[in-house]
Nanobody, 121 residues
């Protein structure tokens, strides 16, 4: 069974930086798009950034210029480098990926367990 395991959340002061990591493990054939979403208290989950298997990226307007998504295909890992953090970035951040269980299967949507990011002085 495949799974996504996140790490790197925590408490940071406004203007600070954090790096999130998410590794896919278990049994799967390939990964296509990987991404990060976030959900603040009382709000819906929203897209933060995505990256394709060939490195094409997309960002939410709220994080453009401050966050950078990247991936290491050899390690089946996606990263989110967050800089110039603001209190409004406070949320639970979730990793997301499309994983193909076998050569002939379809891609299934997987979520990580979430990691808390708190931006506060």
């Amino acid at each position: 069974q495949a799974q996504l395991v996140e790490s790197g959340g925590g408490l940071v002061q406004p203007g600070g930086s954090l790096r999130l990591s998410c590794a896919a493990s278990g049994s799967f054939f390939s990964i296509n798009v990987m991404g990060w979403y976030r959900q603040a208290p009382g709000k819906q989950r929203e897209l933060v950034a995505t990256i394709t298997s060939v490195g094409s990226t997309a960002y939410a307007d709220a994080v453009k210029g401050r966050f950078t998504i990247s991936r290491d295909n050899a390690k089946n890992t996606v990263y989110l480098q967050m800089s110039s953090l603001k209190p409004e970035d406070t949320a639970v951040y979730y990793c997301n990926a499309g994983l193909k269980p076998s050569r002939w299967g379809n891609f299934d949507n997987y979520w990580g367990q979430g990691t808390q990011v708190t931006v506060s002085s």
